[in-house]
T-cell receptor
Framework: GQSLEQPSEVTAVEGAIVQINCTYQ??????LSWYQQHDGGAPTFLSYNALDGLEETGRFSSFLSRSDSYGYLLLQELQMKDSASYFC?????????????FGTGTQLKVEL | DAGVIQSPRHEVTEMGQEVTLRCKPI?????LFWYRQTMMRGLELLIY????????DSGMPEDRFSAKMPNASFSTLKIQPSEPRDSAVYFC???????????FGPGTRLTVL
């Protein structure tokens, strides 16, 4: 089967940089996605890595190493509004890999 | 764009009652997903459709759960009979098939008493 591991909680101060790691075990791997979810809200897409390397989108970057079954989400210049849960999700499966399996989420707390 | 639309947003029902959750995906998207989220089990995929056809329903917990997608713009998730352990937030999401980005609806918060 598939499994993903990510830390349950991370705390950082405003303006800092934080890295949220994700390791996975799966078959039929297509790529790794990251989602953000604020309390009471829906998951929203942040980034997707299909190939090894770093993808940058504004203050957020995501990295993937397929050989290590590992990825991370890097958040820079942290703001209070970044306090949320962050999920890594593996895109996998047959027929084009349309299925996402989510990790248990990392709750990020940004403090002053 | 209206985004993914779900109804109702909140549902409170009694054990044994039938519950129907509704979803309208983003126009043009050809994949639709139903998820359930609880504190204990996290975000679980229940079932997904490609081009209105169910592809993977391995996450559907038991026969009390059923899902349909009669056309490209509408899907339902039905629970009959409902039980207290079904209490959760149910999300519908849509995407273009084969893309890593899924767009989630606001969710339906279901409480079964």
């Amino acid at each position: 089967g598939q499994s993903l591991e990510q830390p349950s909680e991370v705390t950082a101060v405003e303006g800092a940089i934080v890295q949220i790691n994700c390791t996975y075990q799966t078959s039929g791997f297509y790529g790794l996605s990251w989602y953000q979810q604020h309390d009471g809200g829906a998951p929203t897409f942040l980034s997707y890595n299909a190939l090894d390397g770093l993808e940058e989108t504004g203050r957020f970057s995501s990295f993937l190493s397929r050989s290590d079954s590992y990825g991370y989400l890097l958040l820079q210049e942290l703001q209070m509004k970044d306090s949320a849960s962050y999920f890594c999700a593996v895109r996998e499966g047959t027929g084009g890999g349309n299925k996402l399996t989510f990790g248990t989420g990392t709750q990020l707390k940004v403090e002053l | 764009d209206a985004g993914v639309i779900q109804s109702p947003r909140h549902e409170v029902t009694e054990m044994g009652q039938e519950v129907t959750l509704r979803c309208k995906p983003i126009s043009g998207h050809n994949s639709l997903f139903w998820y359930r989220q609880t504190m204990m089990r996290g975000l679980e995929l229940l079932i997904y459709f490609n081009n209105n056809v169910p592809i993977d329903d391995s996450g559907m917990p038991e026969d009390r759960f059923s899902a349909k997608m009669p056309n490209a713009s509408f899907s339902t998730l039905k629970i009959q009979p409902s039980e207290p352990r079904d209490s959760a937030v149910y999300f519908c999401a849509s995407s273009f098939q084969g893309r890593g980005e899924q767009f989630f609806g606001p969710g339906t918060r279901l409480t079964v008493l």
